[in-house]
C-alpha cells in the first residue's frame, strides 16, 4: 500500500472515530459550561474544583482533547486551586458564569502579551491599568505566563513585578521572584 | 476599486477576541498615501457568506481576510503585503502559513512542505523591536494552499457559498481558486511571525469531514500535487 493511500485510510479512520464519539465529546463540553455556569452562580468552590477530576481523568477529557476552550478552563481551574491552597483572593471573584470566567482570563492574558510585545506606548498603558485594576495572583500570573501562548521572559517578568507590586505582598513577590528565577 | 486601500475583514461571534484584534490592527503603520478600513461581520451564516458580504461592502484593493482570534504583530504589516505584491503582479493572495502540496487525504496540516512561521510557545524568534522584513533578503515561497486564519488578496473572487455553508475549508477551496485562475500564492519567509494565531491549540474538526469530503471529490486530480502542478491548469477545471 503506498504512503497516500496509508495516510488517506488513517485520516478516514479518525474521523470515523471523531463522529462516533462526537455526542459524547459533545455532552462533556455541555456537562463543563453547565457545572461552571452553576457553580460559579451559586459560588459552589467544591463543585467548581470536581471538575478537575472530570476533566483529567473523567470524561471530561473528551472535551479537552477536541475543545480548545477547555483547555483554558482547565487552566483557569488549577490557578482556582493553588489560589485556594494558599488563601489567595480567588481568580473567579467577581464571575458570575463561564462567559465572565473566560473574559477574565482572557483580557489578563491580553495584557500581559501587550507587555510583552510592547507596540506602543498605549498599548502598555492600557496593559497596566488592567493589571492594576484588575488583580491578578501570583499563581495566576506564573500559570498563564508559562503555559498560555506567550513567550515569557525576565523582561516581560520584571515589569509585571513592577506593576503588580503595588498589590502583592512581600511573600508574593518574594513567592513570583522564585517561581521566576531560570526561566 | 480603491488602488491604495486596504480593507480588514472578520466573521466575529466574540466581542473580547475582536476587540483585542482590532486593538493590534490599530498599531499598524499606514503606508504613506493608503488608507484602511475593518468590516466586522457579526452576525454571518458561515464564512464564505460573511466574506463575499464584506468584499461585495468594500472597494479596497487590497483585502485581508482573518479570524478574530489573530493579532497581527508586525506593525509594518502593510508596507511588507504590499512589497511583496508589488514585486509581481501576479501573486493574487499572501497567507501567513501554507503548504507547496496538497495533502492526499485533503487535510491541508498533513501535508509535509508546511511554509510560514506560525506563533509558537518555547520558540526563539528575533525580538520582535528588531525585526524587519526585508523582501530581498528574506523573500517569500510559492504554495498550494493556505491557511485561512489569514488570507490577503489583491483581486476578488466570489467565496463558494453554495459549497461551504460551514466554518471549514473555505480557505483550501479559495486557494484552488486563485490558483487555477493563474495568480501565483505566496507566504512571506518570516524571521519573527507576523501574527499569533491564538485558536486555543486544538482545532474543533466536528464539522470538518463533510467538507474535506467534498474537497477531495470536487479537486480529486489536484490531491498530493505541488503548486506547480496546478497553478497552470487555468480555468478549465473550475468547479
Redesign the interface.
Known sequence: MD???Q??L???RF?QK??ET?EA??ASWSYITNTLDTSLKTQDVKALLNLIPYIEQGEGALAY?????S??ILRILHIIQLELTYQKTPFFLHCVDKDSLM?KY??SL?AL??LF????MN?VREAADLLLHNTLSVFAVYVMTQE????ADNALYGRIAEICSAYWNDGDKQLFLSLTAGN | MDQRKFCFILCTNNDTLLSEAIHYISQLIIPAGYTTELLAVTDAKSMTSGYNEAMAASDAKYKIYMHQDVFILNQNFLSDMLSIFQSDTSIGLIGMTGYESISADGVMWHAKDRLGTPYKRNAAYLPLSEYRYSLSEDGYQSAALVDGFMMITSTDYPWNTESLTGWDFYDAYQSLTFLLHGHKIVVPAQRHPWCMHDDGGVLNLTNYNQYRQMFMRTYHAFLGKHYSEIGNQKQTTLP
Not at chain 1, 482533547?65 to 476552550?69: D, L, Q
Not at chain 1, 498560555?148 to 513567550?151: G, T, W
Open positions: 504512503i497516500s493511500t495516510l488517506q488513517s485520516t478516514d474521523f471523531l463522529d462526537k465529546i459533545n482533547e477536541h475543545i480548545g476552550e483547555r483554558r473574559e482572557m483580557l491580553f502579551r501587550r510585545f510592547q507596540l506602543s498599548s498560555d501562548l506567550i513567550n
